[in-house]
Every structure is written in structure tokens, then in C-alpha cells.
């Protein structure tokens, strides 16, 4: 049995070769599909640089078809298709380009072209990776230098805002190295001599060293998705370095004095070029006095070959001097050391005048208000008295002691304004309590009714 079942199928294999013989012939004669190749994309890889887009050429070869076409993959996998249209002959093949402009909207990475081509017997395909870039608007904004000008060798700040145009417009541009770049007066071109990397919010700030007057400008080289960009120019002129100066041993001669005595103020002027005295420069004399916040000028004075000077003043009150230099073109001004001089004076008479309070009557609970002016007698006239304490006091209606309130400041006019809320009816009046050069004086009482 065994032999017959060899034999069936010896029989069915010459049976099946004899079926391939027939057949090889029409098989010989069949019309292959057409066969598409060189494949290609212009520009590649594909780089989008502004918003207006990259157009891209697709091409390919085919020795003869009735249509044809391509089919993009993006990087996601989804597809979209190019219409190709003959573009001529090359090497006796038909050549078939397609155009597409790629814009912000298009991922980057790594796509596909499958290139088609479809005749009376078939169809041919053929494909080609290749890469997409997206490359972004850069702008430097807001770059400055100062201060302007500045010392020679002194510190110049420079700052400024690296801003990136991408898909959800200009936002700041984080994590990137920023050059500073300078151009010395005369010289041909900028050299990089410092850099920093921009924050979150695409900002960079640092110091460099100012040595020649030029400009100053920010640069970014750009990256593999950013374009490159300088800022505009900032002109800072370089100065010579002036020196420092100081006042050195400055006193005021007699201290203590008495009111109208005549005062000297002296010490010397020394410029840093080896410290040594600076000849022929003017010195101011300045005055606050006690209780006061202001100074003014009283005297000036100029200064000897040796730098010393000698400044007279009349002793009107209590308070402080110094001495003052402006400075010069080569020297920096200074200030120095403030000396107290006590004044005795003739005790100075004050009074109150205008004093007022209100509004009367006034309901419970509200405010009082305690106006009036502050004087003292200046040995010709009542003048305003400044800065001076004064205190409100009150005093229930009946009663027969005054209580104290609050105490305010007299103003640059000697005049005051105290505010208390009114409990009860009574009487309200301010007092000033005198000091080492002018003696105590109060305001007239001035009832006020309080309604409920």
C-alpha cells in the first residue's frame, strides 16, 4: 500500500509540473507595474523659519504612467496627500514633482513621502524619510548699558530681554547663553568679552568693566530651533577716573559759644593722588540746627597751597556743621564729618497765636480739631518756630484739671494741627514747653461742646 500511495503522489508532482510547463509561457509575456525611483525632496530636511512658511518640492522618476502622487506620514502617523503632475523627461523617464508648503503648524521630526505612480497594468510605489525643523523668530528687546557715561574702569551694567517667536507667539526665551559684545570708538568691529544665560522671564544682567568709550551690544548665536539675533547698539562714553577727595581735621572754634559770637570753621582738603592737600578749591560751610532737618549754606571759603581752610560763621543756635566740597573736573567732591556746637542764647519769648479747636459743637465720638501757629521772638519780630513739640491737653467741662492728650510737630512755619476724638464737653488748648533757648507758652483754652 505503501508503494501505491508513493506512486499517487509521484504522479500528482508530474501532474503539477506538467501544469507549470503550460503555463510558463503566459507568464513570460505579462506587463510588470510601473517602476518608480529616485525619489526625492527639495530642500531636505525641510526647515520652517518663519511664519510664511517652507514650500518643498517632491519629485520622482518613472518610466511610464498615467497618474501619480504622493502620501505624507507625519511624525503621529497621520497622513496627507500631495497631487504630483508631470514635470518633464529625465534620462527617458517621466518625471513627477508635487509642492507643499510647510508651515508652524507642522510637527518636526521625522516624516515619510510614498511616491506613486499608476498605469494601465499597475501601480508602483516608492518612499523616502526625511526630516522636518522648525526654526524660530529671536529678538533681543529692551538691551541698555549704563550708567552713562561712567569713570574709566568703573562697573557698567547691561541688560536686556531674549524673546522667541513660536506657536503661541513672542514669549520669553529661557536657558540661553547671551554674549556681550563691544566696540571700542575707531575700531572695526565688536568683540564678545562676557555672557550670561537668560532666566525664566528671558532676562540677563551682568557687570563688565568700561575701559574705552564705544558701543555695547547683545548677541545670540541661535540654536537648532532658533534663529540667531543682535540687539540694537548702546553708546557709553568712558571718562578719565577723578580722584577721591576728603576733609581732614575739621573743627569749629569756640565750642561752646554764645549767641552772635563769631565762629571759625577750618580744616584741609586732601585730594587721593597721594593724599596730599588740594590748593585752590572752594569749601562750603553748612548748618542744621537742633530739632531741624534741613541744612543750609552759611559760608565758603577757599582753600590754601596746603589745602587748608579757614570758614567764619556767626553763632545764632544750637546745632551742627560741616564742611562741603562740590568737586572739580579732576577730583570727586566730598562731605565731612558733622561737629555739634552749643549755642547759649538770651532766653527767646514764643507764644501762640490763631489758635483755634472745631468744629464746635461736635457730635460723640468725633474728631477735634486743634489748630494754631507756633512763634518766637526773633529780637526783631514773632517768627514761625519749626520743629518743634507741642502738646494738647483737655480739660472736662467742671473739671478743674487739664489731661494730657497727644503731642504733634510744629511744621516749617511753626504751625501745628492736633486731632483727639471728643467724649465729653470741655475745654481744649495746646502748650508748648519751652527748651534751652526759648521759653514756654500755651494757647488760649477754647471750650467745645460735645452732642449725642
Do not use: C
Not at 534741613?294 to 577757599?302: D, E, I
Not at 457730635?363 to 501757629?373: A, D, H, L
Amino acid at each position: 500500500m505503501f508503494q501505491r500511495m508513493r506512486a499517487v503522489v509521484v504522479a500528482v508532482a508530474m501532474s503539477a509540473g506538467a501544469l507549470a510547463l503550460v503555463s510558463s509561457p503566459a507568464s513570460a509575456t505579462a506587463v510588470a507595474a510601473p517602476e518608480v525611483t529616485s525619489v526625492d525632496v527639495g530642500p531636505s530636511p525641510v526647515v520652517v523659519e518663519n511664519k510664511d512658511g517652507r514650500p518643498v518640492t517632491f519629485s520622482f522618476l518613472v518610466d511610464g504612467a498615467t497618474s501619480g502622487g504622493f502620501t505624507l506620514k507625519r511624525p503621529d502617523g497621520s497622513t496627507v496627500d500631495v497631487e504630483a503632475k508631470k514635470a518633464g523627461e529625465v534620462g527617458g523617464k517621466q518625471k513627477w514633482e508635487g509642492t507643499r508648503t510647510f508651515g508652524r503648524a507642522d510637527a518636526p521630526g521625522t516624516w515619510n513621502v510614498t511616491a506613486k505612480a499608476t498605469s494601465v497594468v499597475g501601480t508602483g510605489k516608492a518612499d523616502k524619510d526625511f526630516q522636518v525643523r522648525q526654526v524660530w523668530e529671536t529678538d533681543l528687546a529692551g538691551f541698555g548699558a549704563w550708567p552713562e557715561p561712567v569713570s574709566k574702569g568703573g562697573t557698567l551694567r547691561v541688560r536686556g530681554r531674549l524673546l522667541v517667536n513660536g506657536t503661541g507667539g513672542w514669549r520669553p526665551y529661557a536657558g540661553q547663553k547671551v554674549f556681550v559684545a563691544f566696540r571700542a570708538y575707531g575700531a572695526p568691529g565688536y568683540e564678545r568679552v562676557a555672557s550670561d544665560r537668560t532666566d525664566r522671564g528671558g532676562r540677563f544682567a551682568l557687570g563688565v568693566k568700561a575701559l574705552r568709550t564705544g558701543w555695547w551690544r547683545a548677541e545670540y548665536d541661535g540654536s537648532d530651533v532658533a534663529h540667531k539675533t543682535v540687539s540694537d547698539s548702546d553708546r557709553v562714553d568712558v571718562r578719565a577716573t577723578r580722584a577721591h577727595s576728603r576733609i581732614a581735621g575739621f573743627r569749629v572754634a569756640p565750642n561752646p559759644a554764645t549767641e552772635g559770637a563769631r565762629l571759625v570753621a577750618s580744616g584741609r582738603l586732601e585730594a587721593s593722588r597721594g593724599w596730599g592737600g588740594y590748593g585752590g578749591q572752594k569749601v562750603d560751610l553748612l548748618f542744621r540746627a537742633d530739632g531741624s532737618h534741613r541744612w543750609r549754606h552759611v559760608s565758603s571759603g577757599r582753600t590754601d597751597r596746603g589745602g587748608r581752610f579757614r570758614i567764619a560763621a556767626e553763632a545764632e543756635r544750637s546745632g551742627w556743621y560741616r564742611a562741603e566740597y562740590d568737586g572739580s573736573r579732576h577730583v570727586r567732591g566730598t562731605s565731612g564729618p558733622a561737629v555739634h556746637v552749643k549755642v547759649a542764647r538770651h532766653t527767646a519769648s514764643t507764644r501762640i497765636v490763631r489758635s483755634d479747636s472745631s468744629p464746635e459743637p461736635v457730635r460723640y465720638g468725633r474728631y477735634v480739631t486743634s489748630r494754631g501757629v507756633l512763634q518766637i521772638w526773633n529780637g526783631h519780630d514773632y517768627e514761625g518756630y519749626a520743629h518743634q513739640k507741642v502738646a494738647l491737653y483737655f480739660k472736662r467741662a467742671g473739671g478743674a484739671k487739664w489731661e494730657y492728650v497727644k503731642t504733634v510737630s510744629t511744621g516749617g512755619s511753626g504751625a501745628f494741627r492736633a486731632q483727639a476724638k471728643a467724649w465729653r464737653s470741655g475745654d481744649w488748648r495746646v502748650v508748648f514747653a519751652g527748651n534751652d533757648e526759648a521759653r514756654p507758652s500755651s494757647g488760649k483754652a477754647d471750650f467745645v461742646k460735645v452732642r449725642k
